[in-house]
Each structure stands twice: as C-alpha cells, then as structure tokens.
C-alpha cells in the first residue's frame, strides 16, 4: 500500500499510455490517452505550491533565527504572499491592468537585466577557460569567436567587408555543431528512454524517497 | 494606462535594471533587495498564473459549472503531493510522484523515441558523395563522422584506447564545436538583451536617444 500499489500504479500507467500511443483508433485507449494528457497538467498544476512552501520554509528558517540578510527574506516572502493574492483575490485574471503592470513594469524588464548580467558572468568564465590553454578549451573558444563575430557588423568589418566569417558561423552552426548535438540528443535519448524503463518497472525507486518511510 | 502610471513604472524600471546590474562590480544590500524582489514576485506571478490557467478553470468550470466529475480524480491526486509536509501520512504524496513519472515514462517511451532516436538516426544517413556539388559532399562527410563520433565518446562500457579511443577524441572535438557555437549564440542572446535594457535606460527613461 505504501510503496508497492504506487509502483503498480506507475507501470500501470506507463504501459496504458504507450498502447495508447501505439495503438490509435481504439475507443477506449483513445479516451484514456485523452483523459491521461488532461489530468497530467492538472496533477502538475497542484503541485505549484510546493515550490512556494519550499521557499517559506527556507526563508522563514532565516527568519526565525536571524541569520544574515534575514530583512531581505521577509521582504521574499511579501512579495510573494503579496503577488500570490492580488492575483487571485485582486486582479483575478490575466487581462487585469493591475496584473499586466506588474508584469510588464517590473518581471519582465527584471526578468531581462537578471539573464543579461549573466553575459559578464560567463565572460569570465571564458577568460579562465582560455588560461588553460587545452586545446578543447581553444576550439570551443575559437568556434564562440567565429560566431560571435559573423553575426555582427563588426566581423565583416575586420574583412573589408567580406561576409567570410558569417558563411563559416552558418556553416559551423549547420554542419559540426548539429552533428555535436545529434550525438548529444541521441545518447540523451537512449538515456531518458532507459530512466524511464527503470522507473516504470520499478528498479528505479529514487522518487518513493524524501517521505521519512 | 495614464502618463503618470507610465512614468512610474518607468523609474520602477529604471531603479531594478540599475540595481541588478550594480551586481556586476559589487554585491550590495540594494542588489540583494532587488534580487529578493525578483524571486518573490516571479514565484508569486508563477503561482497565481497557474491558478488562472488550470486550477479555477478545472475546478470552477470544469467540476462546478460543466459537472465533470472526473476531474475529482486528478484533484484528489494532485493535492495528495501536500500530503509530504505531515509526517504521519507522507507516504500518501508518493501516489502524486508515481501518477506523473507513470504519464512520463510512457511519454517518453511513446513519443521521445521515434523524433529524438529514429528520426535522428535517419536523418544522418546523408549522401557522401555525388550530389554535385563537392563542397555539400565535404559537409555531409564531416556531419556523418562528427555524428558516429559524438555517440562513440558516450560508449562507456568499452575502454577509451587505440582506435575507439582516436574516434572518441574526434566526438569530443566536435561537441566542443557544439558547445562553443551554443556559447557563442547564448553570450549574442544575453548582449542583444542587456542591449535592450541600456535602450530603455538612454531611451524611454532618460530620453537622450530616440
């Protein structure tokens, strides 16, 4: 009952879809796959407070024992309660101006600076990646380069106006670097298909974790 | 939305990319103030946004107005994942776990294969040679050795020497390839947008450029 009914469950599930998939034009399989797809985002929609429980509990720690910075996470947690309930009591959907101005005036634009300060970040971490000097590091450096410079004015300017560095950024991007994420997706492929073997026959039991049983 | 709701929202705007940008040279409290901001406005917007989307339209229209009582089903499990912050009845959140990894491994084992293995493993059998133009040829030849390479460098139950080991180095080069034209486009990606916070800051906030 604790953990056997839900590995039956998973298997169950795992096995019902796949006919479902495999097997189209069967009335029933077609009402369950339908059902199946409409319930997992239901399912996963109801889960979306965890994330926030876990924040709470993370910063409330904080909170209760004064640690560093302990201001800032009462500041988290009223920005998030605050957000949470003027969209569901307050603004109610979508389309609120309230809502909208929240999103466009402040998540968004902050959303934007937050991924665009990650250039400096990763700037560096090229610098360090080139002072090793492997000739991997230099290939991957070289090829950035060529990318980088072929989709800006600046790298036709350095060639008197010769589109050389642009032809070679599209062809690096066409040929070796689908061939590099072909090998990529493939393997990672044959990886998720065995993960979720092992999990829907139950040799992976990682999940039934984290529960204190 | 009036000119004074714009021209506060646009110090608001102002003040945020300002601060987060401060992070750069030197944390501060102010960053850390914005940071703090960022995260808890962005959970809270996820939260809600999921509300609108598929809980009120679930349960108000779906169970409530259109009487779908199936949907009771993937309510019960759905909210059985809280059941993990009562210690004596943790277990119940596994029925949650399992419901999704069932959905997903079958998922995966339905549809993952044939788009990301088959399809794939199709589309590398390329012509190696008369098509024409030698240069197509060159092409196809270095995508179909970088392709086989690529896989080989992932073949960990075999020792990495002599020729297996040669071909794998081949792989590792051309996933450095990969990886250095994703690097390239994702640094383009985050320039175009500090870009356009730099616009917004000369531009709509301190109007020296049009």
């Not at chain 1, 980088?148 to 690096?172: E, F």
């Not at chain 2, 102002?14 to 940008?21: D, E, K, N, S």
Request: include cysteine; proline fraction near 3%.
């Amino acid at each position: 009952m604790k953990k056997e009914l839900p590995v039956a469950i998973t298997l169950i599930l795992a096995i019902l879809y796949v006919l479902a998939n495999y097997f189209t034009g069967v009335a029933f399989l077609d009402t369950a796959k339908n059902l199946l797809d409409r319930w997992y985002l239901i399912v996963a929609a109801w889960a979306v407070l965890v994330g926030s429980i876990n924040l709470t509990q993370i910063h409330g720690r904080r909170i209760s024992g004064k640690r560093e910075g302990w201001i800032f996470s009462v500041w988290l947690l009223i920005c998030l309660y605050g957000m949470m309930f003027f969209g569901i009591f307050v603004a109610k959907n979508a389309s609120h101006p309230g809502w909208t101005f929240m999103y466009n005036q402040l998540i968004a634009p902050m959303n934007a600076t937050v991924y665009s300060t990650i250039v400096f970040y990763i700037g560096s971490a090229a610098y360090r990646a080139f002072r090793v000097r492997s000739p991997e590091a230099s290939v991957l450096l070289v090829t950035a380069l060529i990318m980088m410079l072929g989709r800006v004015p600046l790298g036709r300017m350095l060639l008197g106006g010769h589109p050389a560095l642009s032809q070679m950024a599209d062809w690096i991007l066409n040929v070796p670097n689908s061939a590099g994420m072909r090998g990529i997706q493939i393997g990672a492929c044959l990886g998720g298909v065995a993960t979720a073997l092992r999990i829907a026959l139950g040799i992976e039991r990682g999940h039934l974790g984290g529960t204190g049983e | 939305m009036s000119e004074s709701v714009i021209t506060v929202g646009n110090w608001l705007q102002a003040f945020f990319t300002i601060v987060l940008v401060s992070a750069v040279f030197k944390d501060n409290p102010l960053y850390r103030f914005a940071e703090h901001t960022y995260v808890g406005l962005y959970a809270g917007y996820g939260v809600a946004l999921t509300y609108f989307n598929y809980i009120r339209q679930n349960v108000t229209k779906g169970l409530m107005t259109d009487g779908e009582w199936s949907l009771l089903i993937p309510i019960i499990i759905g909210v059985l994942i809280y059941t993990r912050y009562i210690k004596s009845i943790s277990w119940l959140s596994r029925y949650t776990i399992c419901f999704q990894l069932g959905i997903g491994s079958g998922y995966v084992l339905a549809k993952d294969f044939k788009p990301f293995f088959v399809d794939q493993v199709r589309a590398t059998f390329l012509p190696l040679w008369g098509s024409g133009d030698w240069w197509v040829d060159v092409s196809n030849w270095v995508y179909v050795i970088g392709t086989v390479c690529s896989l080989v460098y992932f073949l960990f139950t075999i020792q990495k020497k002599g020729v297996q080991g040669k071909v794998s180095l081949v792989g590792r080069y051309t996933m450095m390839v990969a990886f250095g034209a994703a690097f390239g486009n994702t640094v383009m990606a985050r320039v175009s947008l500090f870009l356009g916070r730099m616009q917004f800051l000369l531009g709509d906030w301190l109007h020296l450029i049009k």
